[in-house]
């Protein structure tokens, strides 16, 4: 079947679906029409078509990020080593690093236990501080 045909096919149901009092099919209208004017742009030869491809295809160039080999290649810290901010503040320690994810999961693990896992959140974050902050600072220098 020629594009065009099923072009027309595409617009007259989407037209009869759009007659319809249901939200439903007025979407599904909506949606049908979108998806075959995106079929047409992304199979015609006409010029417009082509300049729509050639800025979608354009390279956008990512900005240089320095090398973070000084991350990298300076000696990792123990695991298990022992922070003494981060165990007087807990998961708070990790909010002023800047590890809001890692605070974040902490904090609402005491909370959730009803602060029965309290000591141990403490515990955690006064053993695993130091080897997390140099994890994250990796991560943010690298482009994966």
């Known amino acids: 079947m020629p594009w065009y045909l099923a072009g027309a096919l595409v617009l007259i149901t989407a037209v009869l679906l759009g007659r319809l009092e249901v939200t439903f099919w007025r979407v599904t209208a909506v949606l049908l029409v979108a998806l075959y004017l995106s079929l047409v742009i992304a199979y015609a030869h006409f010029r417009p078509a082509k300049w729509i491809r050639s800025a979608l295809n354009r390279e956008v160039a990512l900005p240089a990020r320095g090398d973070p080999a000084d991350l990298y290649y300076r000696p990792s810290p123990r695991r298990l080593g022992w922070n003494w901010a981060a165990l007087i503040l807990g998961p708070f320690w990790y909010f002023l690093q800047g590890l809001w994810v890692h605070g974040a999961i902490l904090l609402s693990l005491a909370f959730v236990t009803g602060g029965l896992f309290l000591p141990l959140v403490w515990l955690y974050a ?19």
């Not at 080897?131 to 482009?143: C, P, T």
Request: glycine residues 0%.
């Open 126 to 144: 006064a053993l695993k501080a130091d080897e997390d902050l140099l994890e994250f600072r990796i991560a943010r220098k690298s482009v994966y």
